[in-house]
């Protein structure tokens, strides 16, 4: 929205993601202020890249800006959060940071604040985040058309319950670490067959991103797993490796303790 004005509290790479993205879609970075208090070398790295303004000194500036977005680690923002409570008026509150939920939130903020819970993943970085959001119940009209601007800018969206992106924060948020540790298996897999790392590279990102192809192009799982393990072949054989070293269960358990850890973040 041309009228809106973003605070950046936290300089880090998420911060840049959705500052990119932002620029990417108006061509400007004039109505965005970037605030980082020790890290002066990335502050000027990001005016320099995307003509935005910075500061060290973001309390100075808050009333200047509609919308807040706090994009810090979770145990500074309740410092921040309490800081914030003296001074904004009216603003959008946005925090990424995990288990900063929009009841953490508002219990440090003035009644009737708008507030939202955006949690991106790393895809932000080239706008193919998978982001799950959630929005407290004073979020106006106008604030919701600002957050869907943040969103777009960074990839796809979905809006959820609050439990539900505790829940699930670790499916979309974290489960990218998953799927690279598999590929750096499959990769180290590859490359103690005599060919190179590159080589290894290529195989690997090529063979996932036709399968995430085929799931994008409708198929069901059950039926490309079939396509690809038919009845005592060698895929299936290596399946039943899986299976027998609770690959599923695996899976599920790192989802759990994820998800337990995210969760005490808000605490």
Known sequence: MANTNYLFIGAGRMAEAIISGLVAQSASGSNITVANQSDIKKLNYLEDTYSVQITQNWESVVSEHNVIILATPPQTQQDILQ????????QLVVTVAAGIDVSY???????????????????????????????????????????????DAIGDSEELSEQQVHDLTAITGSAPAFVYSFAQALEKAAVANNISREQARKLVTSM????????????????????????GGSTAEGLKVLEKNNFEETINEAVKATSIHARGQGV
Request: net charge positive; proline share 4%; hydrophobic share 35%.
């Open 105 to 151: 939130m508002k219990k440090r903020l003035p009644q009737g604040t708008g507030v939202c819970w955006i949690m991106p993943n790393t895809g932000a970085q080239i706008g193919k985040s998978m982001s799950i959001y959630t929005c407290g119940k004073n979020v106006t009209n106008d604030q919701r058309l600002i957050i869907t601007t943040l969103l």
């Open 83 to 90: 800081k914030l409570g003296r001074i904004v008026k009216d």
């Open 208 to 231: 996932i991103k036709g399968s995430v192809g085929m799931l994008e192009n409708g198929g069901e799982r059950e039926e490309l797993i079939s396509q690809v393990a038919s009845p």
